[in-house]
C-alpha cells in the first residue's frame, strides 16, 4: 500500500467519524423533540431524488475515467473527469434549491421545529465535502491536462475516485437516516 492509499484511508476514517458524530447528533436531537415536525410541514424535498442521481453519476463517471486510464484512454479519462465536474456542481446547485424550499417552508408555517435546521446542516456539511471534492478532482484535470497519468501511473485518479464514491455512500446513509427520521 502506497504512502498515499494510507493517507487516503486514515483521511476517509476521519471522515467516517465526523459524518458518524453527526448523525448521531441528529438521532439524540431528534428523540428529544416533542415536536419534531409540524403537521403542515411536508417531508423532505423531492430535489434530493435529483441530488441522489447526480452524485451516482460522479460515482460512475469517475469509475469510467479509471476505467479509461487503465486503457490508456486519455481523451475518454478527460470527458470522464469533466462530465463529473459538471455533475458535482450541479449537485451543489441542487442543494441550493433543496435548501431554499426546505427554507421557505420554514418561514410559511406558525410552529417552529429543529426539522429544517437540522436538514440544512447535515446536508450542508456534505455539500461542504463535495465541494472541497472539487480541488483534488481540479488537481486530477491538471495532471491529465500535461499526460502524466498512464496506464501504469494513475493513482491520483484512484483516490480521487475513492473519495467520491465515499461521498455517495455516506450521502445515502444520511439520505436513508433523514428520510426515517421524518
Same mark, same amino acid.
Given at each position: ?25 441528529? #438521532? ?25 442521481? #447526480? ?69 450542508? #456539511? ?40 465515499? #461521498? ?15
Amino acid at each position: 500500500m502506497s504512502s498515499r492509499q494510507l493517507g487516503m484511508l486514515v483521511f476517509l476514517a476521519s471522515l467516517t467519524v465526523l459524518f458518524t458524530a453527526s448523525l448521531v447528533a441528529y #438521532l439524540v436531537t431528534r428523540a428529544n423533540q416533542a415536536t419534531w415536525r409540524s403537521s403542515d410541514m411536508p417531508g423532505l424535498p423531492i430535489g434530493l431524488v435529483a441530488s441522489t442521481a #447526480l452524485l451516482v453519476g460522479v460515482s460512475l463517471a469517475q469509475r469510467q475515467g479509471l476505467r479509461a486510464i487503465r486503457a490508456n484512454r486519455h481523451a475518454a479519462l478527460s470527458r470522464s473527469l469533466w462530465v463529473t465536474s459538471l455533475l458535482a456542481v450541479g449537485f451543489i446547485v441542487g442543494q441550493g434549491f433543496n435548501w431554499a424550499s426546505m427554507i421557505q417552508v420554514e418561514l410559511e408555517t406558525a410552529t417552529k421545529s429543529l426539522y429544517v435546521f437540522t436538514f440544512v446542516t447535515l446536508t450542508g #456539511l456534505h455539500a461542504v465535502h463535495v465541494l472541497g471534492g472539487l480541488v483534488p478532482l481540479g488537481i486530477v484535470l491538471h495532471h491529465n491536462a500535461h499526460r502524466e497519468y498512464s496506464s501504469s501511473r494513475f493513482e491520483g485518479i484512484k483516490l480521487c475516485a475513492q473519495y467520491w464514491d465515499f #461521498l455517495l455512500v455516506v450521502w445515502l446513509v444520511l439520505l436513508t437516516t433523514l428520510w426515517l427520521g421524518t
